[in-house]
């Protein structure tokens, strides 16, 4: 089955920039969405189909790839981006979604 | 308001069964295919479940193919999860969501989420 992984935990600086990273096998070919999770909520996307931004979330948080790696970047970190990040992909060969293991975003 | 709220949850035996219920509001919900995914206490995201605009395809996870049935009514803009056979591994909080197009688009809006909790 399809693996997606991430770092437990990322620490960062307020002010400076989180890079948060997702691995799989040929996900270059795949497209990559990043959720953000706040303890006691839901998950809100904050990147789909790459590097898309949906308009109601701050041009600070980007998304690229290269090779088999994708990466969420976190621009100026402010203490409200502390949160659990998840990147996902479509598994076409077994038609499943998959989940990254999330990676904590500490800002310290 | 583009809403979707979970119901049904609750404590169950082992080996019991449970129905549980995603109502849609403020969206054109036959339009949308939408997803079950569950997060165990203190665990990540896992994908349960996956159902295409009219049905037409129905996606599970290995841990649940067999023991989960995901459905829809159109009519009723609500999105359902039968549960048999519920195992302690199946202790979670059950979020609804939808997908922004087609079955394998991303999850862009997302329920507030049901406990359910398997115990004896």
């Known amino acids: 089955s399809y693996v997606l992984t991430q770092p437990p935990s990322v620490s960062v600086a307020p002010g400076k920039t989180a890079r948060i990273s997702c691995g799989g096998n040929?996900?270059?070919?795949?497209?990559v969405h990043w959720y953000q999770q706040k303890p006691g909520q839901a998950p809100v996307m904050v990147i789909h189909?790459?590097?898309d931004r949906p308009s109601v979330i701050s041009e600070r948080f980007s998304g690229s790839k290269s090779g088999n790696t994708a990466t969420l970047t976190i621009s100026r970190v402010e203490a409200g981006d502390e949160a659990d990040y998840y990147c996902q992909v479509w598994d076409s060969v077994s038609d499943h979604w998959v989940f990254g293991g999330g990676t904590k975003l500490t800002v310290l | 308001e583009v809403q979707l709220v979970e119901s049904g949850g609750g404590l169950v035996r082992p080996g019991g069964s449970l129905r549980l219920s995603c109502a849609a509001s403020?969206?054109?919900?036959?339009?949308?295919?939408m997803n079950w995914v569950r997060q165990a206490p203190g665990k990540g995201l896992e994908w349960v479940s996956s159902?295409?605009?009219?049905?037409?395809?129905?996606y599970y996870a290995d841990s649940v193919k067999g023991r989960f049935t995901i459905s829809r009514d159109d009519a009723e803009n609500a999105l359902y999860l039968q549960i048999y056979r519920l195992r302690v591994e199946d202790t979670a909080v059950y979020y609804c969501?939808?997908?922004?197009?087609?079955?394998?688009?991303?999850?862009?809006?997302w329920g507030q989420g049901t406990m359910v909790t398997v115990s004896s």
């Open positions: 189909y790459n590097s």
């Open positions: 159902i295409s605009s009219s049905s037409s395809f129905i």
């Open positions: 040929n996900i270059g070919r795949k497209s």
């Open positions: 403020g969206f054109t919900f036959s339009s949308h295919s």
């Open positions: 969501a939808r997908a922004d197009t087609s079955v394998n688009s991303a999850f862009d809006v």
